[in-house]
């Protein structure tokens, strides 16, 4: 592995396990009958991207669900059930790898996120590890619905390099998905596509000779 100076980490099956099948399974409950085709790893509706740029609020996306499932009755609690079930947890021992990175590299976190989904984490680490935010294992956290941006598009890429004067040939980005890759590539950043399960972040990142 080249020699790096930074590292931009995705959230989302890399550091903290998302299950998008067990989303798809409680959207199709609710009545969204193309569950598979609406919400997908690699493309899904554009109610959710709307949602993650902050283009709407949590009470216009829990109406675009109703919508979707043709269902107006159903109730805030139900939905913002189903959709924090793709949520499971930080996997393994990855906050103390991110503070073993943190020694060696300038570290930041990018990802694609959402009201619903940001209030529930914010309180899931302050619940299981004691601790308020992300501040302290990483030199700054991006998140798409602050930013009002969002992966794989380049400016928010572009954005995270003008702001901390990065540059990108000494950078790396690591994500789970192939088109959020393509477009760290765009903006001259390094890749590497996680292409294992979360917990084992530590031996991906010895493998890759990070740590």
């Not at 020694?103 to 940001?118: D, G, P, Q, V």
């Amino acid at each position: 592995m080249e020699k790096f100076k930074n590292i931009i980490f995705d959230y989302g099956n890399v550091i903290f396990e998302i299950n998008f099948k067990r989303t798809q399974n409680a959207l199709f409950q609710l009545g969204i009958t193309n569950s598979e085709e609406f919400f997908a790893h690699k493309a899904h509706n554009s109610l959710f991207d709307n949602f993650e740029m902050a283009g709407i609020s949590e009470d216009e996306f829990r109406a675009g669900i109703r919508t979707a499932a043709n269902n107006p009755s159903l109730t805030d609690a139900q939905i913002d059930d189903a959709w924090n079930s793709l949520l499971i947890g930080v996997s393994a021992n990855n906050h103390d790898v991110l503070l073993t990175v943190k020694e060696k590299y300038r570290t930041f976190l990018l990802s694609n996120n959402n009201e619903i989904h940001y209030k529930w984490i914010l309180n899931y680490i302050k619940k299981e590890f004691g601790i308020d935010n992300y501040d302290s294992f990483f030199e700054k956290a991006y998140f798409s619905q602050i930013m009002k941006l969002r992966k794989p598009n380049v400016n928010i890429f572009e954005q995270v390099i003008k702001e901390n004067n990065l540059n990108p040939a000494e950078t790396l980005f690591i994500d789970d998905s192939p088109q959020h890759i393509a477009g760290a590539k765009q903006a001259g950043l390094h890749t590497l596509l996680m292409d294992v399960h979360p917990e084992k972040l530590e031996e991906f990142l010895k493998q890759h000779q990070i740590l």
